[in-house]
């Protein structure tokens, strides 16, 4: 398997809670803004806000990680990604609410890419100390 040995566990688990520690509560504050406001300016910067928090989930994970800090730092982001929307698709079904499949398999690149670049600043700046 080409992944094995890639993936380190100690660096994925601590991207994947920065970035559920500071996505989560914005983007639940940015659900309750919504269901009251839809046409509220402060959607976009709350969603700009919530990839940002990818970007530290990347970014953290690749400063933890020994190798490969662009795959840990990715697949770190998307893992919180991954456990959030986990979470809200089973609130969404439960509450008899639509599943928008493609905003999701969208939203996962987006944080895929995210990661990606929060990774790409972490082991720059690992290098560099």
Same mark, same amino acid.
């Given at each position: 398997?080409?992944?094995?040995?890639?993936?380190? =566990?100690?660096?994925?688990?601590?991207?994947?809670?920065?970035?559920?520690? !500071?996505?989560?509560?914005?983007? =639940?504050?940015? @659900?309750? &803004?919504?269901?009251?406001? +839809?046409?509220?300016?402060? &959607? +976009?910067?709350?969603?700009?806000?919530v990839l940002l928090s990818f970007v530290l989930?990347?970014?953290?994970?690749?400063?933890?990680?020994?190798?490969?800090?662009? %795959?840990?730092?990715? !697949?770190?982001?998307?893992?919180?990604?991954?456990?959030?929307?986990?979470? @809200? &698709?089973? !609130?969404? $079904?439960?509450?008899g609410d639509p599943v928008q499949f493609v905003? !999701?398999?969208?939203?996962?690149? $987006?944080?895929?890419?995210?990661? =990606?670049?929060? @990774?790409?600043?972490?082991?720059?700046?690992?290098? @560099? %100390?």
């Open positions: 398997m080409a992944v094995k040995g890639t993936l380190q =566990l100690e660096a994925l688990v601590k991207g994947a809670a920065a970035t559920i520690v !500071v996505c989560l509560p914005l983007a =639940l504050l940015s @659900a309750a &803004i919504h269901h009251d406001h +839809p046409d509220s300016r402060w &959607i +976009p910067i709350f969603y700009f806000v989930g990347g970014w953290v994970a690749a400063r933890s990680a020994t190798d490969y800090p662009y %795959t840990n730092g990715a !697949v770190a982001a998307l893992a919180g990604y991954v456990v959030i929307q986990g979470v @809200a &698709i089973v !609130v969404r $079904l439960a509450g905003a !999701v398999v969208f939203n996962g690149i $987006l944080a895929y890419g995210c990661g =990606l670049t929060g @990774a790409l600043a972490g082991a720059r700046n690992r290098t @560099a %100390t």
